[in-house]
C-alpha cells in the first residue's frame, strides 16, 4: 500500500476527484444521502491508500483542533468495497493515527463513530463520549483516544 498524506492545497486534482469518489460510493450511494463536502476539507490533512496499480482502495482526514472538535480529528474512514475484509482499515487508522500524532504531538483525537463500528474503534484506545445521536440517520457516538501520558 502506498500512502499520500497532504493538505487540501496538496491533494491535485486526480486525488481529489478520486478521494470523492470513494467517499460517495460509500457514504451516499451505500449508506444514505448527505452533503459530503462539508467545508471541512481546506482545513483537514489528508491520508490516501492506493494499491500498487495506483487505485484509490483508503482514505481518512484529519480535521485540525478548532474546526470541528477542540482536538484533532479523524474521520471520513472509508476502505473501497472490493478491498473490505482485509484489514485494511486497521492499517488506514494505524497510519492515520501515526501522522496526526507527528503532526499534533502529545494530543487527544477526538472522532464521530458510527456506533456500530464503537468496538473497532476502542480496540484502537478510543473511549466512547457522551451519548449517542443521529447524523444523517445513522446512529453515532463521539469517541476520545486520550492524549499520551
Not at 36 to 65: E, T
Not at 86 to 109: C, D, F, N, Y
Amino acid at each position: 500500500m502506498h500512502w499520500t498524506w497532504c493538505r487540501f492545497a496538496e491533494l491535485g486534482v486526480d486525488n481529489l476527484y478520486d478521494l470523492l469518489a470513494l467517499r460517495c460510493q460509500a457514504f451516499i450511494v451505500e449508506q444514505v444521502p448527505y452533503l459530503d463536502p462539508d467545508g471541512l476539507d481546506r482545513s483537514a490533512w489528508h491520508l490516501l491508500g492506493r494499491d500498487g496499480q495506483g487505485v484509490l482502495l483508503a482514505y481518512l482526514r484529519v480535521v485540525d483542533p478548532g474546526a470541528k472538535y477542540a482536538e484533532p480529528s479523524i474521520g471520513r474512514v472509508v476502505v473501497a468495497a472490493a478491498a473490505r475484509g482485509q484489514a485494511l482499515g486497521r492499517r488506514l487508522m494505524a497510519e492515520g493515527l501515526a501522522r496526526t500524532s507527528q503532526v499534533w504531538p502529545g494530543r487527544a483525537i477526538r472522532i464521530g463513530a458510527q456506533a456500530h463500528l464503537a468496538r473497532f474503534y476502542g480496540s484502537l484506545c478510543f473511549v466512547p463520549v457522551g451519548e449517542p445521536y443521529d447524523e444523517d440517520g445513522i446512529p453515532h457516538l463521539e469517541m476520545l483516544r486520550a492524549a499520551p501520558d
